[in-house]
């Protein structure tokens, strides 16, 4: 069965950080791309991060370029995004997610989120 499961949300000041965590079991993490994704309250759903299946390539959205870092330790299923110098405005829940094409608005399988919540 896969499974992806996010973790490393919660509460921080601005300026602060958070290292979010995407635990994949089900299939073999080597031959996936990963994303992440957030959704902020009345928003549509935003696509801020992409790794490649051996990372080779990454993307990142505008609005986290520069404070956000993805990364992928294929032998323990893990993927990875430290969050720093947050913003209130990247208050949202995060997704990651798992496909075979790379850094696409959909795929295939998705985390069932974790809250981040940027507060002064």
């Known amino acids: 069965q896969v499974q992806l499961v996010d973790s490393g949300g919660g509460l921080v000041q601005p300026g602060g950080s958070l290292r979010l965590s995407c635990v994949v079991s089900?299939?073999?993490?080597?031959?996936?791309?990963i994303g992440w994704f957030r959704r902020a309250p009345g928003k549509e759903r935003e696509k801020i991060s992409c790794i490649s299946s051996y990372s080779r390539r990454t993307y990142y959205a505008d609005s986290v370029k520069g404070r956000f870092t993805i990364s992928r330790d294929n032998a323990k299923n893990t993927v990875y995004l430290q969050l720093n110098s947050l913003k209130h405005e990247d208050t949202a829940v995060y997704y990651c997610a798992a496909d075979r094409s790379y850094c696409y608005s959909d795929y295939t399988y998705w985390g069932q989120g974790t809250q981040v919540t940027v507060y002064a």
């Open positions: 089900g299939f073999t993490l080597d031959d996936y791309h």
